[in-house]
């Protein structure tokens, strides 16, 4: 009987149909692996380097088990990519009659009666106004519902939270809509289908039971394989804690208004209630200060609490408004239901009382604002969903290992007994790529560290004809750079920011000789493949922020409890984010590029060799001028060719 690995081997049938297809020996061996852990209901933490082919090693084994299988992406785009692409590429490929489904949060889909409402509504922006239009003709010709296949329409457009719902002002199975409900049909199809892709968000969302209508999906599958699983614990950290938004606010006063005028156009006392909570809730924006920051509750408790108080009064007020009408319609009622569960969730954010074994926080934005409660860990947490579902779990990345080791991933999660893999990229570093460690640069205190980061990569990116993604750590960095780069040279400059990120690599891949600033959503689900991509600079090692009040919560913790909190933690954290950013610049075996390492840390400390370590084997100079020949010489055929 053939094994999976056969399948993806020189006389599988992946092989025989498929345009471009090589067998790779350490696909054939993550697939193996993965196949033994489905059947023998295993937890296996699986690093493929890129180029392995971790999708199709994945895919087959599942589509030939013959169980229900759920696939757990990182994001909504590579979600799209396995369901649209690479499903039905293996699936064509196996000739098996296998039902898939793509599921996404009910925030993608079109709700109709709240299209409905936005309709009626009718709005002073001219903008606001046509972009409704838009979703209403759309409206009458989609399948599907979901907003992605909506291009015409940005993906950050304030129509869409007025056109979805979300689990608040859902009316559930008393919806008129119901049985037209787009959300509802894509959970039926989910329900039937034998493999069902997921991403994370959906996934944890239902395993904190913060979802209702997909928990009953859960017990029917016999295998979860997670991709870009080294996102989990800050996934799992956000939805196994709590919080709330100004904007959640904001949200229940406006529908609150809207319900009044649709179901008790008589009354205004909600409209009243509902127009004092919201001034109360942009006073308390205020009352955090100007400026965009993050930091502990306890920080800024005692100079919000008094206007905190003022808005948990304004709400309940709404909610006793509501609750006198909520018999006139169902929107009233769904209205009243989120007051109450607002109400209490706000009391036990806005407090002065610490929850043990949670990180208590804040954060700002322009308009709005966030209270959390995080836990400190998540293990003990997510180890007990594995046990409610004694199901195989298969989690893979590229990047999950800090050398050899699991250890950082695994006590995470709380799975230190599950069976770990590691397979090396097939690529051929040493010949494809060039590590360049620029001499010079300061350490990066310095006040003019990103100008030295700057001086450094021009050179660099000039002899690599543009071409080039700068990742920066932090936005500060990138706009200062973005502003020391104007007018240097003639490649155009694409900025992060001026556009979503689609857009941008789209313009990126389509000019081939563009720069792109970037940070922290470019150092990782990018896929640039062939020479518009020759060079990725990075200036300076990944380390999340000290200030960052979840990250020195659980630094004190460790220290505490007699841990070492650099070594157990922020190193191996930065060595994942590091590799995460490194696996933009070779995506393909044709590949060539260089890399610019520019924090001179990775020499002058001793954790510099982690980092090295941690990275594919290539060649290793601190010459620009090696730097400069490595790209004469592969640009020369291409020159040739012309």
């Not at 696909?27 to 890129?50: C, H, K, P, Y």
């Not at 695994?410 to 690529?427: C, M």
């Not at 857009?503 to 493949?529: I, Q």
Request: hydrophobic share 40%; net charge negative.
């Amino acid at each position: 009987m053939q094994t999976p690995g056969d399948i993806l081997g020189p006389d599988g049938p992946f092989a025989r149909l498929l345009t471009g297809f090589s067998p790779r020996l350490q696909q054939r061996e993550m697939a193996d692996a993965v196949a033994e852990a489905i059947a023998g209901r295993e937890v296996l933490v699986a690093e493929a380097g890129t180029g392995t082919g971790k999708t199709f090693a994945y895919l087959v084994p599942a589509l030939l088990s013959g169980e229900k299988v759920i696939i757990s992406t990182g994001t909504r785009n590579l979600q799209d990519q396995l369901f649209t692409k690479d499903l039905p590429l293996v699936r064509d490929a196996l000739a098996l009659p296998v039902e898939v489904a793509l599921l996404k949060g009910r925030a993608n889909y079109l709700c109709l009666p709240r299209l409905d409402a936005a309709v009626e509504e009718g709005f002073a922006s001219r903008r606001i106004a046509a972009e409704i239009q838009t979703v209403r003709r759309w409206a009458a010709i989609t399948a599907a519902g979901d907003i992605a296949e909506l291009t015409a329409l940005p993906e950050d457009s304030q129509v869409w939270p007025m056109v979805t719902s979300t689990a608040d002002n859902c009316h559930g199975g008393e919806c008129d809509h119901f049985n037209d409900c787009f959300l509802m049909k894509a959970r039926r199809a989910a329900q039937e289908a034998d493999v069902l892709v997921v991403n994370h968000h959906l996934l944890f969302a239902d395993m904190a039971l913060k979802e209702s209508g997909f928990g009953e999906l859960l017990p029917g599958a016999s295998a979860f394989i997670l991709d870009e699983a080294h996102q989990l614990p800050e996934t799992a950290s956000h939805f196994f804690g709590t919080s709330i938004t100004g904007n959640q606010l904001l949200e229940l006063v406006r529908d609150s208004i809207t319900e009044e005028l649709r179901e008790a156009g008589d009354s205004r006392s909600v409209r009243e209630s509902a127009e004092s909570l919201e001034k109360s809730v942009r006073d308390l924006r205020l009352a955090f200060g100007e400026s965009l920051r993050r930091g502990p509750w306890r920080e800024v408790m005692a100079q919000v609490m008094p206007v905190a108080k003022s808005t948990a009064a304004c709400l309940g007020v709404l909610n006793d408004a509501l609750e006198q009408l909520s018999k006139r319609g169902k929107g009233l009622e769904a209205c009243a239901r989120r007051a109450v569960e607002l109400s209490a969730r706000f009391d036990q954010l806005v407090s002065d009382s610490p929850v043990e074994g949670y990180i208590h926080w804040y954060e700002t934005h322009k308009r709005s604002f966030g209270v959390n409660l995080t836990p400190m860990e998540v293990d003990q947490v997510f180890r007990e969903q594995l046990e409610r579902f004694p199901q195989a779990w298969i989690m893979t990345s590229a990047t999950l290992a800090v050398g050899e080791e699991f250890g950082h991933f695994t006590q995470r999660l709380g799975i230190g007994d599950a069976v770990t893999r590691r397979w090396e990229s097939p690529y051929d570093f040493a010949r494809q790529a060039v590590l360049y460690v620029p001499q010079g640069i300061p350490e990066p205190p310095a006040s003019d560290y990103t100008a030295a980061v700057v001086e450094s990569a021009i050179p660099v990116m000039e002899a690599a004809g543009g071409r080039t993604f700068m990742l920066f750590t932090s936005h500060r960095a990138l706009h200062e750079a973005a502003e020391l780069l104007e007018g240097r040279f003639d490649y155009p400059i694409l900025i992060q920011g001026d556009a979503p990120r689609s857009k941008l690599l789209e313009r990126f891949r389509e000019l081939g000789n563009a720069v792109l600033l970037g940070t922290g959503s470019f150092w990782e689900g990018v896929d640039v493949r062939g020479e518009a991509l020759s060079c990725v600079v990075i200036d300076k090692l990944p380390f999340a922020s000290p200030g960052d009040p979840v990250l020195q919560a659980r630094i004190d913790a460790m220290r505490e409890q007699g841990g070492n909190p650099f070594r157990d933690h922020q190193l191996p954290q930065a060595v994942i984010s590091l590799k995460q950013g490194v696996g933009r610049l070779i995506r393909d075996a044709t590949d060539y590029g260089v890399l610019v390492l520019c924090d001179p840390r990775l020499g002058s400390r001793s954790y510099g060799r982690v980092f090295l370590d941690a990275l594919p084997p290539m060649t290793r100079t601190r010459k620009l001028e090696v730097v400069e020949r490595f790209f004469r010489i592969r640009q020369q055929p291409r020159t040739a060719n012309r």
